[in-house]
C-alpha cells in the first residue's frame, strides 16, 4: 500500500488560522498589535522570496509587520546596531534576521545581539541552550514543524526510534533535542554516519535534513516509517527533497511531500514564535492550542 501523504500544507493553514484567532484574543487584552521585524541584507532572490511571503503571511495573521531591506554591503556594526534598536522597540516582539548574510558578516555575531525574549527563529544560544536543558524558550521553527506533523499523525512519540540526518543548528540538533524531549530514542546522523541505510532502516521515524536531492532511498526505510523531508533542492527547475518520493512512498507508512510538506510549516510556526514572544512580553499566558 501507498504510504499516506503528510499534508503540510494543509496542516500550516489550520495553524495560521488558529494563531490569527488567538492574535485578536491578544488585540483585544493587550490593545496592540503583536509585531515582527524582518531584516534582509543583500540581495540573494531566494532570500528575497522568503522574506516577502513571510511579510505577507504577518499581516494575514494580523500582526504587525517591520520590513528592513538592507544592501548586501551593509557593514557588520551597523547591522547590529539595527538589532539593538529593534531589541528597543516596545513595538516589535520578534525579530528574524533572513540567512545566510552576506560575505564577511558573521551570522553568530549578528545572532549573539537579537534579544532571546524576541528571537523568533530560536537560534539564539540562549533559545538552544534552553531547549538543550528542557527549559521553555522559542524553539527554532522549521524542526518545530516536523515535530507538529509527526505528533498530528503518530500522537504519542514515546519509546520509537528516531533517525534524524544532518545536524544543523537550524534543523538538525534542534529537530533532535524536540524528538528526544518527546521520549523517542534519537540517532543524529551525518556525513561522518558509517552504513547510514543500515542506522536509517532502525527507524520508526526518519528525518531527512541534508540538503543532497533524492538520497534517502526506499529500500533504506523500515517499513511503516513515518518519514518527514526537510529537504529543498531545486533539479532542472523543480523542487525535490532528500528523500527519494516514489521509491520511499512503496515502503513508508507516511511521508511528507517537496513541496507541500515541511515548507509551509516554518512560516506557521513563525507566526506561533512571534504571538508565544508577544504575550510573554505583555505578560500574558501563553496562548493555547498551538
Ligand atoms: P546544512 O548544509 O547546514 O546541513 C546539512 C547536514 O547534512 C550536515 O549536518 C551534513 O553533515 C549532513 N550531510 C551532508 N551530506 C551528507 C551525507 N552524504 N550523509 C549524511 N549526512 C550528510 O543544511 P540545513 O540543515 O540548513 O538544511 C538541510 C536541508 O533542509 C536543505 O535542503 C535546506 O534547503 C532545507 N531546509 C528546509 C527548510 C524548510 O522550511 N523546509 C528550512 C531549512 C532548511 P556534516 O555536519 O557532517 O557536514
Redesign the pocket.
Known amino acids: 500500500m501507498p504510504a499516506e501523504r503528510i499534508d503540510g500544507k494543509t496542516f500550516a493553514a489550520g495553524l495560521r488560522q488558529r494563531v490569527a484567532e488567538r492574535v485578536r484574543e491578544f488585540v483585544s487584552e493587550t490593545g496592540r498589535k503583536p509585531g515582527l521585524a524582518v531584516v534582509l541584507a543583500g540581495d540573494d532572490p531566494a532570500s528575497q522570496v522568503y522574506v516577502r511571503s513571510k511579510g505577507k503571511a504577518t499581516l494575514e495573521a494580523g500582526m504587525a509587520s517591520f520590513e528592513h531591506i538592507l544592501p548586501a554591503n551593509i557593514m557588520q556594526e551597523e547591522l547590529i546596531a539595527l538589532v539593538e534598536r529593534l531589541n528597543a522597540d516596545e513595538v516589535v516582539d520578534g525579530i528574524l534576521v533572513q540567512l545566510p548574510l552576506p560575505d564577511g558578516i558573521d551570522d553568530k555575531a549578528v545572532i549573539a545581539a537579537i534579544d532571546p525574549a524576541k528571537d523568533a527563529d530560536g537560534f539564539h544560544v540562549i533559545n538552544a541552550g534552553r531547549l538543550a536543558v528542557g527549559e521553555e524558550g522559542l524553539v527554532p521553527c ?1 524542526p518545530l514543524g516536523c515535530l507538529m506533523l509527526l505528533k498530528d499523525r503518530l500522537g504519542d512519540l514515546s519509546g520509537l526510534e528516531a533517525v534524524v ?4 543548528n ?3 540538533k534542534p529537530m533532535a533535542q524536540l524528538l528526544l524531549r518527546a521520549n523517542c530514542t534519537v540517532t543524529l ?5 558509517r552504513d ?1 541505510p543500515g542506522v536509517v532502516r532502525r527507524a520508526d521515524i526518519v528525518v531527512a ?4 536531492p533524492n ?1 534517502v532511498e526506499g529500500s533504506w526505510l523500515k517499513p511503516g516509517a513515518t518519514v518527514i523531508d ?4 531545486r533539479v532542472e527547475g523543480r523542487l525535490v527533497g ?1 528523500v527519494d518520493f516514489a521509491s520511499a512512498s512503496e515502503v513508508a507508512g507516511a511521508i511528507t511531500p517537496v513541496p507541500g510538506g ?2 509551509p ?2 512560516i506557521a510556526v513563525l507566526l506561533r514564535n512571534t504571538l508565544v514572544a508577544a504575550s510573554a512580553r505583555a505578560g500574558i499566558a501563553p496562548p493555547e492550542g498551538l
Open positions: 522549521t540526518i544532518g545536524r544543523s537550524i534543523v538538525g546522523a551525518h556525513s561522518r554516519t547510514l535534513a541534508v540538503g543532497r538520497m526537510v529537504g529543498i533542492n532528500d515541511v515548507g510549516m516554518t
